[in-house]
């Protein structure tokens, strides 16, 4: 028994010497351990408490949109964008409020909207709103701003129709052959597209239909310019 209580002794002896040198530091990581997934849950809670709150004040927007209430409908988007910038409800609430404004006419508020998700949107959304601002601006015949909105990389998806309106605001400034030019461009992405099969233009199914429709209306645009032979 002695011997027993000797070598538990020697145990706890060497328990506290080890705990002693490292003690300090074990209870430091443990600590910032907790702390990660403190804030982590934390973080997460945000999230979903922001998207929750989000949505909420998208479907007022939406009901605004549905009854053309402009004013509760730049009330709603300011406030998705002010409070909630960092969620994908303002995004689409901006495109949403931007339509509306333009079935409105107060493009001022559209250019606004549109220029917001163009600035702080990713990927499809963000080429979306360059492409409907580019729009707006070739309506108010800002022709250099509407280009301007166009140049530069953009998503497979979307390379025919940023095309096809850089040749609509070519042919506004009377630039004939440049706009000739950026037409067969975009013929040429959905001939592409035809070919490979892949991506969002695909001539499967309604959107291959909707491709042919789309050529069509680009080859009119040519041949109206003479560039169709």
């Not at 997460?44 to 605004?64: C, D, E, H, P, T």
């Not at 250019?111 to 163009?118: I, P, T």
């Amino acid at each position: 028994m002695a011997t027993y209580d000797l070598e538990e002794q020697e145990q706890l002896a060497e328990i506290k010497t080890w705990w002693k040198q490292y003690g300090n530091l074990l209870t430091n990581v443990l600590t910032a351990v907790a702390l990660v997934v403190i804030a982590w849950q934390g973080w997460n809670w945000y999230q979903r408490n922001q998207s929750g709150q989000a949505s909420m004040i998208y479907n007022v927007l939406q009901k605004a949109v549905q009854d053309k209430d402009s004013q509760q409908i730049k009330v709603a988007s300011g406030e998705l964008l002010e409070k909630f910038g960092n969620t994908n409800y303002a995004t689409l609430g901006a495109l949403t409020a931007a339509k509306a404004m333009i079935d409105a006419g107060d493009a001022k508020t559209a250019k606004l909207q549109l220029q917001w998700v163009v600035e702080n949107g990713k990927d499809e959304l963000r080429d979306l709103a360059r492409l409907r601002l580019a729009a707006v601006l070739l309506d108010e015949k800002a022709y250099d701003q509407a280009l301007k909105q166009l140049d530069g990389s953009v998503s497979p998806a979307f390379e025919a129709r940023f095309l096809d309106n850089r040749g609509d605001v070519l042919s506004a400034q009377g630039n004939k052959a440049e706009a000739a030019v950026a037409y067969q461009a975009a013929l040429a992405k959905l001939a592409d597209a035809d070919r490979t099969g892949k991506g969002a233009n695909s001539p499967s199914g309604w959107q291959g239909q909707s491709n042919a429709v789309y050529r069509q209306l680009l080859q009119q645009k040519l041949d109206a310019l003479g560039g169709g032979k």
